[in-house]
């Protein structure tokens, strides 16, 4: 059974940084396909980063240059480094995994069958 928690989200002034965690069990990271995604109260939830078998990222227009997505495999963790954060950037971050080289390269969520709990990132202007 898959089973992915996250942590590290918070509450940080624009221009601040938070990282993200996302533990996995279940699940085998360095091999895997594992993505993030967000959801702000009344919009959809949409991808931010993505990684698969370690090697290759995408990333969203949106954070790109600002975001990094990386594994430890060692963990079995999953993160997101979030620098020169934005207001816009408040949401709920959800890891989520096992996902096809489609839905990794479009971070296309109903392609991630495994998700997380979720965890709320709130900047302040």
């Known amino acids: 059974q898959v089973q992915l928690a996250e942590s590290g989200g918070g509450s940080v002034q624009a221009g601040g940084s938070l990282n993200l965690s996302c533990t996995a069990s279940g699940y085998i990271t360095s091999s895997g396909c594992l993505g993030w995604f967000r959801q702000a109260p009344g919009n959809e939830r949409e991808g931010v980063a993505g990684i698969y078998s370690g090697r290759f990222t995408t990333y969203a227009a949106s954070v790109k240059g600002r975001f990094t997505i990386s594994q430890d495999n060692a963990k079995n963790t999953l993160y997101l480094q979030m620098n020169s954060l934005k207001p816009e950037d408040t949401a709920i971050y959800y890891c989520?995994?096992?996902?096809?080289?489609?839905?990794?390269?479009?971070?296309?969520?109903?392609?991630?069958?495994?998700w997380g709990q979720g965890t709320q990132v709130t900047v302040s202007s």
């Open positions: 989520a995994a096992d996902c096809t080289w489609y839905a990794f390269s479009n971070l296309k969520s109903t392609g991630f069958p495994y």
